[in-house]
């Protein structure tokens, strides 16, 4: 018998403490899923009644995670919270930048702009209240600050007072380019380019005439001409400034005279461009002018109906790749000095002086009338195709930046704002086929 010791097993845990210990664990991770969830919460700024709803349904961590974020892309916080009612609203410096841009814009242009309900918060409020106002949102104390410090100190500081004038500017100043007449939109043809690098336009209805294919035959090939023209966006740019003094002044229709006079100057910039196209007669790529005897596109004599079916007429008969194009003129184009000529044969059924004859050319064109080419002849008239059966004029803007584009620096030239406003564009001719002058004298 063997009499040595055995040593002794330790005893199993009883059911009780496993219990325990589960218990524990499961407590400890409960505490840690709360304390985790309350601090995201209130780092994602948050109601704690967010909190609450999220602990109490028992949501995991990383689903609770995920609620927090989906929640703050609303952009909502709660505004008291020992308000025991929540009010969830959108950010306060977000709110009152857009209705601060919304009560400036009303008061500057009330005809182009309308109140919103959001900007009849600040519909009362100065250019140096706002400025108070930015600053106060940031937590500065205004108490004691005289109007140009206050002023100073909101332009050149974090604040959203330099946001909110700078996209007034902007907002003005494209209401106003759009809203500037540009007659060469509806005969010219609109492009984009994604950079200033050359662009190179091979002349649409080259192909050639197409040949009939015997049976069994091999069918010919062809070879398109390489006419083509070339051109290139140019930027156009100006600075202009806005004083402390004006703004302290409340001077807001010094902020839209010149947002409105740089949108407008951008709009006739393009036409300008355009038209000089037409009146400038320059070179094409095959070294004759755009209009010329040796491009069938050049006439003489006044607007009547002789005149006009003679420009009809050569623009019919223009060929390329060996056919005929058979184009027609959409558009009549003519100095303020002919409008109202133009308009009795364009517009009225019966030939002027003429009233027993009929007007082939009513509602035959729309008509365009730009002054621009007064201050060239106010005798010349022009014929132009649809633009979208064949390149006539060509107008360009970089991708993405239609229009004039304003930048707004807090500077120390001038005691205020600058403001920058740059213009990507440009224009060729492309073709002359689908393009008609005539001299308008005999």
């Known amino acids: 018998m063997n009499t040595e010791e055995q040593p002794a097993q330790e005893a199993a845990p009883s059911v009780d403490a496993q219990s325990e210990s589960l218990e524990q664990k499961g407590a400890e991770g409960e505490r840690a899923r709360i304390l985790e969830i309350k601090k995201s919460v209130k780092l994602a700024k948050l109601s704690d009644e967010f909190a609450d709803k999220l602990i109490q349904k028992g949501v995991k961590l990383e689903d609770a995670r995920k609620a927090i974020f989906d929640e703050m892309a609303k952009g909502q916080i709660e505004v008291k919270s020992q308000n025991p009612s929540v009010t969830v609203v959108r950010d306060e410096r977000e709110t009152f930048r857009q209705a601060g841009l919304d009560a400036i814009l009303h008061r500057s242009a009330p005809s182009r702009f309308k109140m919103t309900e959001n900007g009849r918060r600040f519909a009362g409020f100065t250019l140096k209240e706002l400025a108070r106002k930015s600053l106060e949102i940031q937590g500065v104390d205004t108490s004691g600050m005289n109007a140009m410090d206050l002023v100073g100190r909101a332009l050149h500081t974090t604040s959203d007072f330099p946001y909110i004038l700078a996209d007034a500017i902007n907002k003005s100043l494209r209401s106003a380019y759009e809203e500037s007449p540009k007659t060469f939109t509806a005969w010219a043809k609109r492009a984009s380019a994604s950079d200033f690098k050359n662009i190179t336009r091979t002349q649409l209805n080259n192909f050639p005439t197409l040949t009939k294919v015997l049976e069994h035959g091999e069918i010919q090939s062809k070879t398109v001409s390489e006419e083509k023209e070339t051109y290139s966006l140019a930027s156009y740019a100006g600075i202009v400034g806005i004083s402390r003094q004006a703004i302290i002044n409340d001077d807001l229709s010094a902020f839209d005279r010149l947002a409105v006079g740089a949108g407008v100057a951008a709009a006739a910039l393009e036409s300008d461009i355009v038209y000089a196209i037409l009146t400038a007669n320059a070179a094409l790529n095959d070294g004759v002018a755009l209009f010329h005897a040796n491009h069938a596109n050049l006439g003489t004599g006044v607007i009547n109906v ?69 201050d060239t002849s106010a005798l010349v008239w022009y014929m132009a195709a649809q633009p979208s059966l064949i390149d006539t004029v060509e107008y360009c803007y970089l991708d993405g930046a239609e229009g004039v584009y304003t930048e707004t620096q807090m500077g120390f030239e001038i005691d205020g704002v600058k403001i920058k406003a740059r213009h990507d564009f440009a224009a060729k001719a492309i073709d002359y086929k689908g393009l008609y002058k005539s001299s308008g004298v005999s």
Do not use: C, H, W
């Open 306 to 374: 002789a005149n006009l079916g003679a420009g009809r007429a050569a623009m019919r008969k223009q060929k390329a790749g060996g056919r005929v194009l058979n184009l027609r003129p959409a558009f009549l184009i003519v100095p303020a000095a002919l409008e109202t000529v133009a308009q009795q044969y364009i517009n009225q059924g019966i030939v002027p002086d003429q009233g027993a004859n009929a007007n082939p050319f009513q509602n035959s064109m729309g008509l365009v009338v730009e002054p621009r080419l007064d």
